[in-house]
């Protein structure tokens, strides 16, 4: 079953695609140009105002460490994390297939970057999160992060509206299980 497939019935290609998953197994590998097609697959069925297919061409580009996670020959979550600099590092996006949710694919990707960004120097750990996404902001409150303000406006929304950023930052402390597991 390819990629295809799971797309054309989602009902069918959420079990379909959890069965095949639990069998196979996954695994992390960098994002590539031949990714592309099924990251905005995705990209366009979660988000409501999904990134272009340009700006993952521009983080691809760029250098940004830009990984998916892949099982069953399909891209079961993809993220993105900006190179350290001055220790800083930002995770620019992540995102699981939406046949995948609350299977832990989540965490793993978010942890994956965390430990590419200590790898890279990061001390401290950036993220944007709308304050409506309350699932992800209990994620990256149960890996550490903590809300350290908000960018007024931030975000497009629905009727010419804009929304406010949360903004999240993750200490690395020395000793901690993301710097021990480099
Ligand atoms: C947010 C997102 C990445 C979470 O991925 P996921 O694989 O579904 O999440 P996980 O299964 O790894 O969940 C890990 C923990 O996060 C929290 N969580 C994740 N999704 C949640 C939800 N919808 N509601 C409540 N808690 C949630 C829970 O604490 C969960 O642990 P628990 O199940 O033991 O309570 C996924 O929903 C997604 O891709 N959303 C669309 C894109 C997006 O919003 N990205 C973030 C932009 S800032």
Same mark, same amino acid.
């Given at each position: 079953?390819?990629?295809?497939?799971?797309?054309?019935?989602?009902?069918?290609?959420?079990?379909?695609?959890?069965?095949?998953?639990?069998?196979?197994?996954?695994?992390?590998?960098? %994002?590539?140009?031949?990714?592309?097609?099924?990251?905005?697959?995705?990209?366009?069925?979660?988000?409501?105002?999904?990134?272009?297919?340009?700006?993952?061409?521009?983080?691809?580009?760029?250098?940004?460490?830009?990984?998916?996670?892949?099982?069953?020959?399909?891209?079961?979550?993809?993220?993105?994390?900006?190179?350290?600099?001055?220790?800083?590092?930002?995770?620019?996006?992540?995102?699981?297939?939406?046949?995948?949710? %609350?299977?832990?694919?989540?965490?793993?990707?978010?942890? #994956?970057?965390?430990?590419?960004?200590?790898?890279?120097?990061?001390?401290?750990?950036?993220?944007?999160?709308?304050?409506?996404?309350?699932?992800?902001?209990?994620?990256?409150?149960?890996?550490?992060?903590?809300?350290?303000?908000?960018? #007024?406006?931030?975000?497009?929304?629905?009727?010419?509206?804009?929304?406010?950023?949360? %903004? %999240?930052?993750?200490?690395?402390?020395?000793?901690?299980?993301?710097?021990?597991?480099?």
């Amino acid at each position: 079953m390819g990629l295809f497939d799971l797309f054309k019935n989602p009902v069918i290609g959420e079990n379909t695609l959890k069965s095949a998953l639990e069998k196979s197994g996954a695994v992390f590998r960098p %994002m590539n140009e031949e990714d592309l097609w099924g990251v905005m697959a995705i990209e366009s069925r979660v988000y409501q105002f999904p990134w272009s297919e340009r700006i993952f061409r521009d983080c691809l580009s760029s250098g940004y460490s830009s990984w998916v996670y892949e099982g069953a020959n399909v891209i079961v979550a993809y993220g993105i994390v900006s190179a350290a600099a001055a220790g800083e590092a930002h995770i620019l996006n992540i995102c699981v297939h939406p046949d995948a949710h %609350m299977c832990g694919y989540g965490q793993r990707m978010v942890e #994956k970057l965390i430990r590419v960004a200590v790898e890279r120097q990061a001390e401290t750990i950036f993220l944007e999160v709308r304050p409506s996404n309350h699932g992800a902001i209990r994620l990256y409150e149960r890996l550490g992060f903590n809300e350290i303000g908000r960018r #007024k406006g931030y975000y497009q929304a629905v009727g010419g509206q804009r929304e406010d950023a949360l %903004m %999240m930052a993750l200490k690395i402390e020395d000793g901690s299980t993301f710097k021990a597991s480099c």
